[in-house]
């Protein structure tokens, strides 16, 4: 964070009574449970790990499909063609079959074995090719001898197939049977939506990408806790609106971006989630924004958690973040991850795999997220209506109230705090970065203070 003195932009009035706030929203988030919820994320990911998805394709759809068993989901079918921005939406691609043979008929490798072994967006093929035509076709990684890269050829209309360098090493020369059964054909973009409803159509945007085939913590994980977070949400008195968007990577947030244009102004708030079951430490990209409320109540959640996170300034290279952060459509959104793209070696590859993603980390990042919402939802500016001298806080009780409290000296400054400090400039946040208290202290204490008339919402200005 940056100095002390720094403010986070907070959004519209959260003190508005017409809305039907009350002291101390956000407390079902807070008394929300993340015991079994690795567990269930982990077991989803199983469950999805087989389908292979890409760009489009029926994939994406059974993927939809699974996850909408769980929460309520809208699925979208955007035909190919459709004008994105600078972008269009690409042709659909859908594969059944893949392998290569050698000459006595022994299949050398098959998509059956693993979706990754193919081209993502592979053209169809049926050919008899020597081995040096077909290692222009191959692709493999040296440096990991045992895995299986991850490649595609969205935009280019050509094949191949990925294999373990081991594998490409034991070829032998003569000639290869190659086939690609798949399809490369006018189509649709596929996109799911998960909205609960608030009270104000003010929206939490929470985003993960839906195209990498059997890849792990990029992304089912992000799948997942997407998937989780909407079903603890779901039936929860909430102030914003919170959509999930599960769209492919790019292209999908561009469409999803450009479909929902005369609505952005509704997003208040955001998140890109994704890798987030790896043993990585947790670690926060900035919206473009840099000090949108966001920003800070995830910086806050994270300095207070007690474990090893890193903060990342805002880049226009990453996940979709930077889509939503793009100039002309500049929302509030960040993106959290534990190990950021392209820092662990697994990244793109086979072992990416269930073994390498942990259900206490993908706990500890649903934990996170739900920490922020409970920052988000029950920040609030206020006035000291007792401003001249300290109030009295023994004959309002306050004091006596402090006994049930197990940090005695702590609740009494953040009453203390949140005292002097309201005076309708400054949100709850701002107040507990201030202070260097946590935000929960604070808001607490604000909650107490209102209750007993020292405190007063600020009025919403004409």
């Not at 790990?49 to 769980?70: N, W």
């Not at 197939?161 to 490369?184: A, K, M, N």
Request: some cysteine.
């Amino acid at each position: 964070m940056s100095g002390p003195t720094a403010k986070c932009r907070v959004v519209g009035d959260t003190n508005d009574r017409s809305e039907g706030r009350a002291p101390g929203l956000g407390e079902e988030l807070r008394r929300l449970s993340v015991a079994e919820s690795g567990t269930e994320m982990y077991a989803l990911m199983e469950e999805l790990y087989p389908l292979c998805r890409s760009l489009t394709g029926d994939g994406v759809r059974e993927t939809l499909r699974r996850i909408g068993s769980r929460i309520p989901i809208d699925v979208h079918e955007v035909p190919t063609g459709t004008q994105a921005f600078d972008w269009q939406v690409p042709k659909e691609w859908n594969i059944r079959d893949a392998y290569i043979k050698d000459e006595a008929g022994n299949t050398v490798l098959s998509f059956r074995d693993s979706n990754l072994h193919v081209v993502g967006y592979s053209v169809p093929v049926r050919e008899r090719l020597p081995l040096a035509e077909l290692k222009e076709h191959l692709f493999s990684l040296p440096e990991h001898p045992d895995w299986i890269p991850y490649r595609t050829s969205y935009y280019s209309e050509t094949w191949g197939f990925c294999l373990t360098h081991r594998q490409l090493t034991q070829l032998r020369d003569g000639i290869y049977e190659v086939v690609i059964d798949s399809d490369l054909t006018d189509g649709h973009l596929t996109y799911g939506e998960c909205r609960i409803p608030g009270r104000t159509e003010e929206e939490v945007v929470i985003f993960t990408h839906t195209c990498h085939p059997s890849l792990c913590n990029d992304n089912l994980s992000g799948i997942a806790l997407a998937t989780h977070l909407a079903q603890a949400l779901h039936g929860l008195s909430l102030r914003y609106t919170y959509r999930f968007v599960f769209a492919p990577a790019t292209i999908g947030s561009i469409t999803w971006l450009s479909q929902n244009e005369g609505q952005l102004s509704r997003v208040k708030h955001g998140l890109v989630v994704a890798n987030a079951g790896d043993p990585g430490k947790l670690t926060y990209k900035r919206s473009r924004h840099g000090r949108a409320e966001i920003d800070c109540a995830v910086t806050h959640v994270l300095q207070h958690s007690g474990q090893p996170h890193a903060v990342l300034d805002f880049s226009p290279w990453g996940y979709d973040e930077r889509q939503f952060g793009s100039p002309g459509i500049n929302l509030p959104v960040g993106r959290l991850t534990r190990s950021p793209e392209g820092t662990f070696p697994e990244y793109h590859t086979s072992a990416d795999n269930l073994q390498f993603v942990r259900p206490e980390c993908l706990s500890e990042s649903l934990a996170t997220v739900l920490k922020t919402f409970a920052v988000l939802e029950g920040n609030a500016r206020y006035v000291n209506r007792s401003p001249k001298g300290e109030p009295q806080l023994g004959r309002r009780g306050l004091y006596r109230k402090m006994g049930g409290y197990q940090d005695v000296p702590r609740q009494q400054l953040a009453l203390l705090w949140a005292l002097s400090f309201s005076t309708g400039d400054l949100s709850l946040l701002d107040i507990a970065e201030k202070s260097g208290l946590d935000f929960e202290s604070i808001r607490a204490a604000a909650s107490d203070l209102e209750a007993s008339g020292l405190l007063g919402p600020q009025e919403k200005s004409a």
